[in-house]
């Protein structure tokens, strides 16, 4: 059995959003919320149902763990907003969650392998 | 990245408005570029917004992950909660101001309480390595003597078991400043005495080696609070002297703050021993001293068992040895021990029945809202939630009760201090202290729990969805059987309460019955020390005396006047041995020196023979006085019948440092007994000596006055001024206030526990009021169906009291059974007092009764006055 990678949209994988928003302000460089959802969203070519909402809980958990720093600026549209940036320890923690998804991706493909 | 996390979540709860704004900023920043990304696309605006919104999803559901995200949940919980309780309290104040008033005097009283305990009892001595301060003494048979100088100074060269040995005698001295003479008092010390305390002087120095030695220049050392009040702090006091008995002495020091301002002693100057004192027949000196670092007592005690023995051929009393006690031990008294843990239990039981009075109220009040709480719970608040509200409530009761309470600690400490100072060891600082805080805390604590937890357990644990039904008819009746039983348990540890206090109100009544022996009305007394300087020599002593008797009785208003050492009541300083001639068996008797006024100005009757006259002075024949006890004794041991006329040998004290010597006397009287000791203690078999005949320096002068002795005070000074200008009055006491004192003891826990059972029975008393009251109320509608259907206000009256009486009785008898068990611990302070005393323990049956049915009146005349018509109408 393969991962199911049909046109159906699948929701963000649990705790992989983390990851997700990490990886985008390492490529992209800071950013605001809209552009960090609409990036990701991108990036999955519209595969993954992301409510783009959803992404503000965690941008606030990752500012908590100090990962991202925020600072304000404005917004395309005139407002004031938020620009979000990785910080060196989100630099490193990105390392780390990355090592982290390639372990547990290997580790479900060699299950999914000894299996069938 | 913990701390951070959780730093930044306490700023985060204290910002809450600001982030709220800031992420609804965020939100509007995000649609409007998702609507305008939109119409770049194509759509339309209507479209764009409708597209934007679907793609951010559930806004207010967002916003409460976001929130989730970055506060502490249970602390927000708990701020709610407090102000929710707060307001709660604030709108029922009656409660909250008698549950926080029972709090606060619980509390308050404990933490008073515990400063005492802690001072007297747990904190070490305030001075450095306490445990190795110790007192030496000689050990006879009896109990702990005092010893000799020339044994001390044996004791003082074992400087490999003591690094420090100091004698310590009480001394006085007129302070000469312009007017009357002051009398201050000081202490004769060896040059190390300080050392044995660890302490160092604030300014100068204290005694160099050598200074308590002949021919060493007079010097003291003042007590902080002397130098505050008698040279008002005066930095440059080194450069000054003090005037004692109108010798100059420098001086070299003043000790810091402290201890020492409790102490009597205001100066410290060395005790430099004179010739005649240099012998191993005086027992006149306790010293105290410092062990050596690494020595221990047991050490100690070893070295001073062989130093004995080596000493076996110089002291001649064959079974007295060395003893060493610790310090601290001897500092407190076995009575003052066991008042104290009297006390400190009393009030433990006065902070239970608080509790549970305010635990009863918070049910109360939990039964009234077990409808609230079951509507809550109906609509998912989760159990903890509810426990952790009712929580919060009793958290704010109980916090604002333990802040009043240690307001009401420093007030009480305040007010009690001085009035304690006397019974309490100078050591004792009572203050509210780190520790004595943290006791306050610990009690909080303990309050909360026992006011808050478990109640609230109640409350909720009942069964909600029944509640919700029967709520707004009667009380639930597990709520109500638990607050009979607490109200049983009030009543219960209060009748042990009252019980402990009649005893010792019973026993203090019998002690104050005592006959003294001596007529105690219409007496003044005073002290004085003749300088030795001013009065080198016995005789001019004696000519004091009859000079000072003959000017105080030609003073108006004054009966009669009398010069004696020592005063009824107070003690007798000398013990010796009387024998009789060729009979080598003894008596040890109490030595009195009194003057030939003193029988008659105390009105202490003659039983035979004659008294003290006159005639006996110095150079007439030796003679002696004994009491009625003694008199029975020479006849119980020597088969003397008739001791009037017979010869017996004492040694007879010498004037000043001079020693006693071994004097044939002939008894000339025996006298009824005074009471020499305390009123408690039996009559001691005492020697009455001329005081003309055996002078002393420590004198007290005793007067009978014709009207209230306070009026003759002045005339009695001026006397006294006309003989000696510079001799000061020390001491003055009626013999009242003597016998007042002596009886202190027994006085201050009497009153203390008084003071606590009475507080105990008023809140059982509150407690019972408080379960009737409320069953009335909550029985309104049954009371009045009852009526409508006939009962009369009697049997109403009847039903509410048989529920008061049945708690009160079962109270009494569970009270009964635990004062049964628990007077024992008073044994030791109770005189002639049975520890099971029935009438002691009726009374206080009684009385607890009387206040509780006073209680149970008020609720039971409120349910007769219910009013069928109304309560039907309201309720039906």
């Known amino acids: 059995m393969a991962v199911n990678m049909s046109e159906q949209k699948t929701d963000v994988p649990y705790g992989t959003l983390d990851l997700l928003i990490l990886k985008t302000l390492d490529t992209m460089g800071p950013m605001h919320g809209y552009r960090i959802a609409r990036r990701i969203e991108q990036v999955a070519e519209n595969l993954v149902r992301l409510n783009q909402g959803s992404i503000y809980p965690a941008l606030i958990r990752l500012e908590e763990q100090g990962w991202i720093r925020t600072k304000w600026g404005t917004s395309e549209t005139g407002r004031k907003v938020k620009f979000y940036s990785l910080t060196r320890a989100g630099a490193k923690q990105l390392g780390v969650e990355v090592a982290n998804w390639e372990r547990a991706t290997a580790l479900v493909a060699r299950f999914l392998g000894a299996e069938s | ?876």
């Open chain 2, 1 to 876: 990245m913990k701390l951070r996390l959780a730093a930044a979540r306490l700023r985060a709860l204290f910002r809450k408005r600001r982030l709220d704004g800031e992420l609804e900023g965020e939100i509007l920043g995000h649609l409007e570029m998702a609507e305008l990304d939109g119409m770049a696309a194509g759509l339309s605006a209507e479209e764009a917004r409708r597209e934007a919104r679907r793609r951010f999803g559930g806004i207010e559901h967002m916003k409460e992950d976001h929130r989730d995200q970055r506060s502490v949940r249970w602390m927000e919980n708990l701020l709610r909660d407090v102000r929710y309780g707060m307001a709660s309290l604030a709108r029922n104040p009656g409660f909250a101001a008698v549950t926080i008033g029972l709090l606060a005097l619980g509390i308050g009283a404990n933490t008073a309480m515990f400063s005492i305990v802690d001072a007297v009892l747990l904190k070490p001595l305030p001075f450095p390595e306490p445990e190795r301060m110790v007192r030496v003494w000689e050990d006879p048979p009896g109990g702990r003597n005092g010893t000799t100088t020339l044994t001390f100074l044996d004791w003082k060269r074992q400087s490999d078991t003591f690094e420090a040995l100091s004698v310590e005698c009480p001394t006085r001295a007129a302070l000469t400043t312009d007017g009357y003479p002051v009398r201050a008092s000081g202490k004769l010390v060896s040059a190390d005495y300080f050392q044995v305390f660890g302490v160092k002087p604030q300014i100068g120095r204290t005694f160099a080696p050598g200074e308590d030695q002949p021919g060493a220049a007079p010097v003291v050392v003042l007590s902080h609070a002397f130098w505050q009040t008698q040279f008002a702090g005066d930095p440059d006091v080194l450069k000054r002297d003090l005037v004692l008995d109108g010798e100059p002495h420098r001086i070299i020091g003043v000790l810091p703050a402290g201890s020492f301002d409790r102490d009597e002693a205001a100066y410290w100057k060395p005790m430099i021993f004179a010739p005649d004192q240099l012998n191993r027949g005086q027992h006149w000196l306790s010293p105290i001293g410092r062990l050596r670092a690494g020595v221990s007592l047991a050490q100690a005690r070893a070295r001073m068992t062989a130093l004995r023995a080596s000493l076996k051929d110089v002291i001649y009393q064959k079974d007295w040895g060395f003893a060493v006690d610790p310090f601290a031990e001897m500092l407190v008294g076995d009575t003052l021990r066991r008042s104290i843990y009297l006390a400190f239990g009393a009030v433990l039981m006065v902070l239970l029945i608080a509790c549970a009075n305010v635990a009863n109220m918070v049910l109360a009040k939990g039964a009234t809202r077990q409808k609230e709480m079951a509507l809550r719970a109906a609509l998912g608040a989760g159990r903890g939630r509810l426990i952790g509200q009712l929580l919060a409530e009793s958290l704010v009761l109980c916090v604002l009760g333990g802040v009043a309470g240690i307001a009401a600690a420093y007030l009480i400490l305040h007010a009690a201090a001085p009035l304690l100072a006397a019974s309490l060891p100078f050591t004792a600082d009572l203050s509210l202290d780190l520790r004595v805080l943290g006791f306050a805390a610990l009690a909080v604590m303990a309050v909360l729990i026992l006011t808050g937890l478990l109640p609230s357990l109640q409350t909720s644990f009942g069964r909600l969805s029944s509640a919700l039904n029967q709520a707004a008819r009667g009380s639930s009746s597990s709520s109500a059987a638990i607050r009979r039983t607490i109200v049983i348990g009030e009543v219960a540890a209060s009748v042990v309460l009252i019980c402990g206090a009649a005893l010792l109100f019973k026993s203090l009544a019998k002690l104050q019955q005592v006959d003294v022996g001596v007529r105690i009305d219409h007496v003044i007394t005073m002290s004085a020390d003749l300088p030795s300087a001013a009065y080198p020599s016995p005789e001019s002593a004696a000519r004091f005396y009859q000079a000072v008797v003959q000017r105080l009785e030609a003073v108006p208003g004054v009966e009669r006047a009398s010069v004696s050492q020592g005063l009824p009541l107070q003690g007798v300083q000398w013990g010796e041995y009387m024998t009789l001639p060729g009979v080598k068996d003894f008596i040890l008797v109490r030595l009195k020196l009194v003057d030939a006024g003193y029988f008659g100005t105390l009105q202490i009757p003659l039983d035979s023979g004659r008294g003290i006259e006159d005639r006996d002075r110095a150079g007439s024949p030796p003679v002696v006085v004994i009491n009625r006890e003694l008199a029975r004794d020479l006849s119980g041991k020597f088969e003397m019948s008739n001791p009037v006329g017979r010869t017996v040998s004492i040694d007879v004290p010498g004037y000043g440092p001079i020693p006693e010597s071994r004097t044939k006397l002939e008894i000339v009287g025996v006298i009824r007994n005074e009471r020499t000791a305390g009123l408690e203690a039996p009559p001691e078999l005492v020697a009455y000596i001329p005081l003309a005949q055996a002078p002393r320096q420590d004198i007290k002068l005793v007067v009978r006055t014709r009207n209230e002795p306070a009026g003759a005070v002045s005339g009695i000074r001026e006397a006294v001024r006309q003989i000696d200008p510079h001799l000061p009055l020390g001491d003055l006491l009626t013999m009242e206030q003597v016998k007042e004192q002596s009886v202190l003891w027994a006085k201050q826990p009497t009153w203390v526990l008084g003071a606590f059972a009475g507080v105990a029975a008023l809140m059982a008393a509150l407690g019972l009021y408080g379960v009737l009251a409320h069953a009335v109320t909550q029985q309104r509608r049954e009371i009045g169906i009852r009526m409508a259907l006939g009962a009369q206000q009697g049997d109403v009256v009847a039903r509410t009291l048989r529920s008061a009486v049945s708690m009160l009785v079962m109270g009494l008898a569970v009270g009964l059974a635990g004062a049964f068990a628990l007077t024992r611990a008073l044994k030791s302070l109770l005189f002639e007092v049975s520890a099971l005393d029935p009438v002691a323990l009726a009374v206080a049956c009684v009385l607890m009764t009387a206040i509780g049915g006073l209680a149970a009146w008020i609720p039971a005349n409120r349910a007769a006055r219910v009013d069928p018509m109304t309560v039907l109408r309201n309720e039906g």
